[in-house]
């Protein structure tokens, strides 16, 4: 009889382990997030983290909690043991964090793994060490109530997946979100988070939920926020969003918590957004930290490996009460005019929101545009001069310069502004109306990377250094890029633990907010690892700088100002869009007037 060659086989126990560790652990952040949840799960009021450049060298989670005896202990390393399930019934109503039974066996599958755990009855402790998924190692050791783990050497033996892990900074910040994460959705349980044996943060027990907001974001950030408060039946909505007039270009905090599991969640996210509807401006968005509690049987956490994602058993109520929940205080403060214009049936969320005004423009609603707009700053080159009762405008330098050109030109003609927004002006035959905010944005990035080019970018030293406090998941990686920041004509200095003064700015963008700045520039170098050479990631650093400089829409101009912006537009070969892609100018050449006056 002719023998059959079989080309499917079982693969062994040890690589079955290392494809499991894989999906549960994609980073040190994911063994934090494993562990700090099981203590949680052990019902621990302190947690402490340490972790050793970035976790990529040492993770170590410490909790008083209730600990686990010797027998347990060794089953706990075991794939798919578990105390948090019983039978299959339990699945349907899970309220724990930690329930597949596969986190430990897979963190300890791709590292030097150590367990030190002792129940509070006890009088010693068990050790557990396990080493690349080898055959475990059940000691016995005195040690306090609890449960310690030490993660060594991630990814040691997979080296393929190692290589993939980025900067420790960045790493870093991935770790400081999940402790963060950890800390906002259990406010009972103490907190403490150092890297490199040096502390980040300290978070005590919390008397409630705005105290622990307090706590991790700060008050510059709680200040701008909006308090949000619903419950319709079984589900309940607490939490936070921001005050539109104050949101960001970035999506940092938008936190989703579902039962106090931190997930991500098109439905909810989706809800939110549509709550602001268009009062939110070109290309900002909301920041927000929404919790979300509902019986356990009506949402299923067990649809993603490492518990990110979670499906609701009827996502159009839950769609429906979060957009109710926001828009409640977006109505109370007055802060979108259109909702108090909502039918009866809207307010309840069975409708799309219609707004009644235009649009936001950087923060202020369009329709109040045409309202005085007092001058905050000049624009760069740009000084105001007082004589007597009077103010005027002068120019320096080469502002002074261009204007002073373009007013002998016969080919430029300055109309002046719409909506304080846009300057309408003619140059040669053509008429233009130019949005005043990106035609400077362009002119001033332009500057700014050919003096980067040059390697001459112009610095000037600030009369009072603007201090600045940074979130803490930002701290790491600013350091690494101080050099860098320097090169481009912005110098800082460290004065606490996550308190900076900036010294230097780029003498091209005169006096702005230096802090919001320096934010927009951090998001912008986190992104660093995903590109390829130096001039892809300067580039987006530059735009920032030059977003922050310009001047702002809904900013009265006088006319030698507009002369000198749209001289410079023009010496820079007139670029249509600014660095980030949006329009500058909409052109009607004579033809085209004579087409639509039908004078052809």
């Known amino acids: 009889m002719m023998s059959v060659e079989t080309r499917i086989q079982v693969l062994p126990e040890f690589v079955a382990s290392q494809i499991a560790a894989g999906e549960i652990v994609e980073r040190p952040a994911s063994v934090v997030k ?89 009088r010693s402790g068990t050790v557990v060490s396990i080493e690349g998924g080898g055959p475990p190692s059940v000691e016995e050791r005195g040690s306090p109530p609890g449960t310690r783990i030490e993660v060594e050497k991630l990814f040691f033996n997979t080296p393929a997946r190692q290589k993939f892990l980025k900067t420790t900074a960045t790493e870093f910040s991935h770790v400081v979100h999940v402790v963060q994460q950890a800390a906002l959705a259990n406010g009972q349980t103490h907190f403490r988070l150092t890297h490199n044996d040096h502390p980040v943060f ?50 940092t905090p938008q936190e989703i918590f579902v039962n106090r599991r931190a997930v991500k969640n098109a439905t909810i996210a989706h809800a939110v957004y549509e709550s602001y509807g268009s009062f939110l401006p070109k290309d900002r968005h909301p920041v927000f930290v929404i919790m979300l509690d509902l019986e356990a049987h009506e949402v299923d956490v067990n649809v993603h490996p490492s518990k990110r994602e979670v499906k609701f058993h009827s996502p159009d109520l839950v769609h429906r009460v979060i957009k109710e929940a926001v828009r409640r205080p977006l109505q109370k403060e007055g802060v979108a005019p259109s909702l108090q214009g909502l039918s009866a049936a809207d307010a309840n969320g069975s409708e799309t929101m219609r707004p009644a005004t235009p649009d936001l423009i950087d923060g202020r609603p369009a329709g109040n545009v045409d309202a005085p707009v007092p001058m905050t700053r000049p624009l760069p080159g740009v000084v105001e001069v007082k004589t007597g009762s009077h103010e005027r405008v002068g120019l320096t330098g080469h502002a002074q310069e261009s204007a002073a050109a373009y007013a002998l030109d016969p080919d430029v003609w300055i109309f002046g502004q719409i909506h304080a927004t846009y300057i309408l002006a003619q140059v040669g035959d053509t008429l233009h109306v130019l949005d005043q905010h990106t035609i400077h944005e362009r002119v001033l990035f332009e500057r700014l990377w050919r003096e980067r080019k040059n390697r001459q970018i112009r610095s000037q030293r600030l009369l009072i250094p603007e201090p600045v406090d940074l979130p803490v998941s930002m701290v790491t990686t600013l350091e690494e890029c101080l050099p860098t920041l320097a090169d481009l ?112």
């Open 34 to 122: 494993e562990l700090v949840d099981n203590s949680l799960d052990a019902r621990s009021t302190v947690i402490s983290i340490d972790v050793v450049h970035g976790g990529k060298t040492l993770i170590r989670v410490t909790d008083n909690g209730e600990g686990m005896s010797r027998a347990d202990a060794a089953l706990a390393c075991q794939r798919f043991a578990t105390s948090k399930l019983r039978n299959q019934n339990d699945l349907m109503g899970i309220t724990t964090y930690g329930f597949r039974g596969e986190a430990l066996p897979s963190i300890a599958a791709i590292s030097r793994f150590r367990m030190l755990t002792t129940l509070h009855e006890a």
């Open 489 to 600: 004509g912005l110098e800082l200095e460290r004065l606490g633990q996550s308190a900076f003064v900036i010294r230097t700015v780029p003498a091209l963008l005169g006096q702005m907010d230096y802090g919001a700045l320096l934010e927009d520039v951090l998001n912008d170098v986190s992104e660093w690892n995903s590109l390829d050479s130096f001039d892809k990631r300067i580039r987006p650093v530059l735009a920032s700088m030059a977003c922050q400089g310009a001047v702002q829409a809904g900013r009265h101009m006088q006319e030698p100002e507009m002369k000198a912006i749209v001289h410079d537009w023009l010496s820079e070969g007139v670029p249509m869009t600014c660095p980030h892609g949006r329009r500058i100018s909409l052109r009607f050449g004579s033809d085209e007037l004579h087409r639509i006056f039908r004078r052809l």
């Open 202 to 251: 300290d978070y005590p027990t919390a008397a409630t939920f705005e105290d622990r907001l307090l706590q991790v974001y700060g008050a510059k950030v709680m200040d701008t926020m909006l308090s949000i408060q619903l419950e319709r039946g079984t589900v309940q909505v607490q939490g936070v969003a921001v005050n539109p007039c104050h949101a960001r270009t970035s999506r």
